[in-house]
């Protein structure tokens, strides 16, 4: 049988959708929250920051890791410390840019979004 675009490999990581869809509100809140902190600095930093949260999980990967083909493969500790960068952004900009009570629903999401990964970074650190 063919493989199709979406099928998965037989050992990709496990990433369940209630593991995957907090990660991705999280890179969502990152995306908003960072450029929203930095643009009373620079338009362009906060245009940069962007670039940067959403081009390097774009083009750097761990393969399996994700249902997404990565152009550049990268190794598991590297991978985990990429997927850590939205989490931590998403907490750094919620907490300079937004109310204190709206930045500790960010970081309490981040934490349970990162809890939830656990299971995929242990299985991205034994291939």
């Known amino acids: 049988m063919m493989q199709g675009v979406h099928d998965r490999p037989p050992n990709a990581a496990p990433d369940s ?8 509100l999280i890179e969502i809140i990152a995306w908003v929250a960072v450029p929203w902190a930095l643009a009373s600095y620079s338009i362009w930093l906060a245009v940069l920051a962007d670039i940067v949260l959403i081009g390097l999980p774009t083009v750097f990967g761990m393969p399996g890791a ?4 990565n152009p550049i493969p990268i190794p598991p500790g590297p991978a985990i410390a990429l997927e850590l960068l939205q989490p931590a952004a998403a907490c ?9 009570v709206v930045a500790s629903v960010v970081v309490v999401a981040s934490l349970a979004a990162c ?3 656990l299971p995929r970074w242990r299985w991205m650190l034994s291939q």
């Open 17 to 24: 959708l209630t593991a995957a869809a907090p990660r991705f």
């Open 66 to 69: 994700k249902k997404q083909r």
């Open 92 to 100: 750094a900009g919620a907490i300079a840019a937004w109310p204190t």
């Open 115 to 117: 809890l939830l990964q």
